[in-house]
């Protein structure tokens, strides 16, 4: 397969498991763009963002994206805040379909573990106020938009979806 499978939605909606899950049933390489950058920098993201701030994550991320999309047969775990960034979507949109898994974000945040976390520190209302706030750009760069109620039904939907989008 040619095409990239890009996964979106907030922190906990499932894309790092979603996106293990499509990777081993289509044989394809998962890119985990937080883990990615983790690597990259040798540090977890909340030290990242405590010591040098969400905006020089942002541009890693940029960074990174762009590297993405000259690579093909990829799924992509792109991290929740990533879609704010217009290049960076744009960049791996323009390789394949993007997926928004939209998951409750009440039940989200209800069954996340927001250690580690920096953008989930808040509290509830303020995590429902960002999936909010971040919704319509999700649906605005979504092919897809995918409400399972399990990673392995949101893995096997994607894949039935790519399959009959990539026939010849």
Known sequence: MGKNIILTGMMGSGKTTVGRLLARGLGLELA????????????????????DGEVAFRALELELCRELSRRDGLVVACGGGLPTQEGAIAALKGTGFVFWLDRDPGETYDTLDVSGRPLAQSGRED?????????PIYRRWADHIVRAKSPQAAAALISAIVTEETKP
């Open 32 to 51: 985990d763009t937080d883990a990615l950058i983790e690597q990259r920098v040798g540090r977890a993201i909340p030290d990242l963002f405590a010591q």
């Open 127 to 135: 995590f429902i106020r960002r999936y909010e706030g971040r919704s």
